[in-house]
């Protein structure tokens, strides 16, 4: 059974760096064909995805995010790391990590079939 | 850059309807890339349908997705009350994944 466990800081202060963390259990990041991605989703608004790592640790940004984000991976401890730079309220959101599995038709495409239960990070002085 | 947008914004049903939820892209992408996902308030949100078509492990077979090129639906055969939620149809792209605004499904 796959599972994902977000954590980190519940406030950060504006202009800080945020860290998270994705634990997971039940499948391997060395193992062909998989991912990990972020996801926010701020009050009351949409998904937006953030990043994604994949088992061969290459890396995908939002556009628009992309000079403040850092994805890293540490199979030893099956945990995904998220940075986020310079924080600002807008920022504030619910953060998701989830495993991207992968079905393969003439190229391999990825869809996020199990989620994390999200960390609530605010963004406030 | 590619703009996924869901029709209606608000769909209100009674049990027991057929909702039709929309999923528009502003360019031709491969149905394999196409996903839908269900998020119940304060839940994370749960994977219904990839490769456009194809219902993940557990997903009962009242939801069933269609569709090619620049149009796709989700179709949810008959409500159940469990059913009234918020839809998100997905993107995946080998440089970015792209959600659309959602779908609320409501009891009218």
């Known amino acids: 059974q796959i599972t994902l466990n977000e954590s980190g800081p519940v406030v950060v202060k504006p202009t800080q760096t945020l860290t998270l963390t994705c634990t997971f259990s039940g499948f391997s990041l060395n193992s062909s064909g998989v991912g990990v991605a972020w996801i926010r989703q701020p009050p009351g608004r949409a998904l937006e995805w953030l990043t994604v790592i994949y088992w061969d640790d290459d890396k995908r940004y939002s556009p628009s995010l992309r000079s403040r984000l850092t994805i890293s991976k540490d199979t030893s401890k099956d945990q995904v790391v998220l940075t986020m730079a310079n924080m600002d309220p807008v920022d504030t959101a619910t953060y998701y990590c989830?495993?991207?599995?992968?079905?393969?038709?003439?190229?391999?495409?990825?869809?996020?079939?199990?989620w994390g239960k999200g960390t609530t990070v605010t963004v406030s002085s | 850059e590619l703009v996924l947008t869901q029709s209606p914004g608000t769909l209100s049903l009674s049990p027991g309807k057929r909702a039709t939820l929309s999923c528009r892209a502003s360019q031709s992408v491969n149905s394999y890339n196409l996903a839908w996902y269900q998020q119940k308030p304060g839940q994370a949100p749960r994977l219904l349908i990839y490769?456009?078509?194809s219902r993940a492990t557990g997903i009962p077979g009242r939801f069933s997705g269609s569709g090619s090129g620049t149009d796709f639906t989700l179709t949810i055969s008959r409500l159940d009350p469990e059913d009234f939620s918020m839809y998100y149809c997905?993107?995946?792209?080998?440089?970015?994944?792209?959600f659309g605004q959602g779908t609320k499904v409501e009891v009218k």
């Open positions: 997905q993107h995946y792209d080998s440089s970015r994944w792209t």
């Open positions: 989830a495993h991207a599995s992968s079905g393969y038709y003439y190229y391999y495409y990825y869809y996020m079939d199990v």
């Open positions: 490769a456009a078509s």
